[in-house]
């Protein structure tokens, strides 16, 4: 929109007068600001159909048909931003691997409960240095190595 006058807006008009150019590229931009900016969640394309995404956050929570290991985002620079995956009820769901959290780069909190995560690999976290929160309750672990968390700053775990 352009000011035609102290509280009077209107649509650009392409072939109006010699300045609507200015005006109608300064209306795309702030058309493109706002959506771009307006909406923190990811199209339906992004994120895995058992889960929820925003453009931070991953949550998978229902069961049905449930997860086995952990998402993954259409492309590394979306997995880059998030900062929190919320895992729980997921009966497939068992380990944590080398790589599976390799592209999380800015994972901060990361929780898998109420699953049947049974396994944690010991280079699980190596990509992962601003991770702080971690829980894994109510899983299936005899056991984990205090090894896995030797390079981080967890103040949660």
């Known amino acids: 929109m352009c000011a035609l006058g102290p509280g009077i807006w209107a649509l650009p008009s392409v072939w109006g007068t010699p300045g609507s150019w200015q005006c109608f590229w300064w209306w795309v931009v702030a058309v493109g600001v706002t959506v771009g900016s307006g909406d923190p969640w ?3 394309e992004a994120c895995p159909s058992p889960c929820s995404c ?3 956050r ?5 069961p049905e048909p449930g997860i086995s290991s952990f998402p993954v985002l259409q492309s590394e620079a979306e997995m880059e931003n998030i900062t929190d995956i919320y895992i729980a009820n997921q009966s497939s769901f068992s380990s944590i691997n080398d790589k599976d959290l390799h592209h999380y780069k800015n994972l901060r909190n990361l ?3 109420n699953s049947r995560l049974t396994y944690v690999s010991k280079l699980a976290f190596q990509s992962n ?3 702080q929160y971690l829980n894994l309750k ?3 672990l005899s056991s984990l190595s205090w090894r896995i968390f030797k390079h981080l700053n967890i103040s949660y775990l």
């Not at 991953?58 to 229902?62: G, L, N």
């Open 42 to 44: 990811m199209s339906a």
């Open 54 to 56: 925003s453009s931070t």
């Open 58 to 62: 991953i949550s998978c929570v229902d």
């Open 111 to 113: 929780t898998v409960t």
């Open 129 to 131: 240095l601003k991770l």
């Open 138 to 140: 109510d899983n299936n």
